[in-house]
């Protein structure tokens, strides 16, 4: 079975930064997605990123465009989102997730795969 793992959460404070690491396993994919969501208290879960794994393609939301960037590592089948500038509204479980499909998309629905989530809380 595919599974996918999160870390890299913690306490920072506003201004600071933190790595977020998700390794997937159990599965071949030749043509994928990766993508980062996040919720936070109170409100839907919200798209942040994603990267395809095809053509290294990046995709990010309004909210953290100049702020968060998405790499990866094929080998390791791993993507990183590294936060910067980080603000208290970025507070939020984050969840990696596998898409089977080369185009990168925002549409949770095309996610089938999805990690425990991991907790990232910013403090003013």
């Known amino acids: 079975q595919v599974q996918l793992v999160e870390s890299g959460g913690g306490l920072v404070q506003a201004g600071g930064s933190l790595r977020l690491s998700c390794v997937v396993s159990g599965g071949t994919f030749s043509s994928y997605t990766m993508g980062w969501f996040r919720q936070a208290p109170g409100k839907e879960r919200e798209f942040v990123g994603c990267?395809?794994?095809?053509?290294?393609?990046?995709y990010y939301a309004d909210s953290v465009k100049g702020r968060f960037t998405i790499s990866r590592d094929n080998v390791k089948n791993t993507v990183y989102l590294q936060m910067n500038s980080l603000l208290p509204e970025d507070t939020a479980v984050y969840y990696c997730?596998?898409?089977?499909?080369?185009?990168?998309?925002?549409?949770?629905?095309?996610?089938?795969?999805w990690g425990q989530g991991t907790q990232v809380t910013v403090s003013s």
């Open positions: 997730a596998v898409a089977n499909r080369g185009s990168g998309t925002r549409r949770q629905d095309a996610y089938s795969y």
């Open positions: 990267i395809t794994w095809r053509t290294d393609s990046r």
